[in-house]
């Protein structure tokens, strides 16, 4: 039985327009106009979502969410408004909503918090995707906007970007947002099984094929059939395989090992790799007719380097996940970390910085997670530097570690404004350090700078 959404707002296009939209995403809308048909209706029935409008003509939408809140604690409420204020969205989220959005909003924006919040069998690994995901830099935005359209279509996506940057969060997240939400995610990692296991896993075989198959199995695709199916790594693909696999996308039908029929498959299919397939293509190792085949929709994830603004938002997002995760007590970042952080380039990308804060956290006692919590590699390479150059033994009588890191930086930070004429931002990007973390250090140290540039 699909969902059952109940909108309320006075504005009758506004009402209609969700009605067709919501309602050709499959689910069931009521609307009503007024506080009063509102809470009639909600009354008798039940829903699964409310969208409800703010401001009604005979009352507020907010006493109406705890009214009903009251009774049936578990309904759903996405607040809408347009004259959003922090107070109205604080008491909206206090009160219970579950989303608050200003009026004029995107639809698609809206199908998609619609899909989380009515997709139980998706939501957490849409919340994971779009919290690791979620950025304010320039360089994510272009992603996150693409999001809900790549996600409507049903065409073939490639995703690239380097190892760790979260591709497979992104697939989760478009495939959950999807009209395939509600059927299966199946994720292959093409390089981790050899050739002869491999064809078997994605499209089956009958029995006797090979020595084991002692019963006919579907295929990856097969099961994946009215949802999507994840081809991570698709570079490592043998060269046979891609054979079938572009057979499969152009024929939508798969041939099981050893058998002498084709199985009719509704799969969509999002690659990714960290490899350079036009490279691959140019030495034989992958066929440039499956690449056209793959690479219908394009989505890039950029490195985390390339994403300062965003480390502080994931890294305390990493922090609350931790704590969760390990039954700790609330942690929290001191202010000095995050410059820290954002100085490192993050080599592994997201998933190293998820790492590294697990690693504070679950070696840190105290609530407060310090420079001292994280490892040594996050100091932005300084201590390499440090043990490679002279006269930085360390001294029989020790030494105070944070100076002499402090000492180092400076005097790194005034040869990169030399060799940059004393710009700001391209001393920073020869240390491969955010503009922000490096006016932190100029500030912090003392570092003589004569340039404000950002």
């Not at 009160?95 to 200003?102: H, N």
Request: with cysteine; glycine share 6%; charged share 25%.
């Amino acid at each position: 039985m699909s969902a059952r959404i109940l909108v309320v707002d006075d504005e009758a296009s506004l009402r209609e327009l969700l009605r067709i939209v919501l309602e050709r995403e499959g689910y069931q809308v009521i609307d009503a106009a007024t506080y009063r048909e509102a809470a009639q209706l909600l009354g008798q029935e039940e829903f699964d979502l409310v969208i409800c409008d703010i401001v009604l003509p005979d009352g507020n939408g907010l006493d109406l969410l705890r009214a009903h809140h009251a009774v049936r604690p578990n309904t759903n409420f996405a607040m809408i408004t347009a004259h959003a204020t922090p107070a109205h969205l604080l008491t909206s989220l206090r009160e219970g909503a579950v989303e608050y959005l200003s009026k004029p909003f995107d639809v698609d924006q809206l199908k998609v918090i619609v899909a989380k919040r009515l997709l139980p069998s998706t939501a957490a690994a849409t919340a994971r995707g779009l919290t690791d995901l979620v950025g304010a830099s320039r360089a994510m935005r272009p992603v996150l906007e693409r999001i809900p359209h790549v996600a409507r279509s049903d065409a073939t996506v490639l995703i690239t970007g380097e190892s760790g940057t979260g591709k497979e969060l992104l697939a989760r997240a478009i495939h959950a947002a999807s009209p395939r939400g509600t059927r299966l995610f199946v994720p292959v990692n093409c390089g981790a099984l050899p050739e002869g296991l491999l064809e078997s896993e994605l499209f089956g075989h009958v029995r006797g094929s090979f020595t084991g198959a002692v019963r006919d199995k579907r295929g990856l695709f097969e099961e994946a059939s009215g949802g999507t199916i994840f081809l991570d790594e698709i570079g490592e693909l043998p060269v046979a395989l891609q054979v079938k696999l572009l057979r499969a996308l152009q024929d939508k039908q798969v041939r099981p090992v050893g058998g002498n029929r084709e199985v009719t498959i509704d799969t969509r299919v999002i690659a990714a790799t960290n490899s350079d397939l036009r490279a691959l293509i140019e030495q034989g190792r992958f066929r440039e007719d499956l690449f056209f085949r793959v690479n219908v929709l394009h989505l890039h994830l950029p490195p985390l380097r390339e994403r300062g603004e965003d480390v502080p938002i994931l890294a305390r997002a990493f922090v609350e996940r931790a704590c969760k995760r390990l039954g700790l007590a609330e942690k929290e970042l001191n202010r000095d970390v995050l410059p820290v952080l954002e100085s490192y380039s993050w080599p592994g990308n997201v998933r190293e910085l998820e790492n590294v804060i697990e690693q504070a956290v679950a070696m840190e006692a105290s609530k407060l997670i310090t420079v001292s919590s994280l490892p040594p590699t996050v100091f932005g390479g300084l201590e390499e530097h440090a043990q490679r150059s002279p006269g930085t033994l360390l001294p029989s009588e020790g030494l105070d570690l944070e100076a002499h890191l402090d000492a180092v930086r400076r005097e790194l930070m005034r040869q990169a404004l030399d060799r940059s004429s004393g710009v700001q931002k391209n001393a920073a990007r020869l240390l491969r350090m955010s503009y922000r973390a490096f006016r932190y250090y100029a500030t912090k140290l003392r570092v003589k700078t004569e340039d404000s540039s950002c």
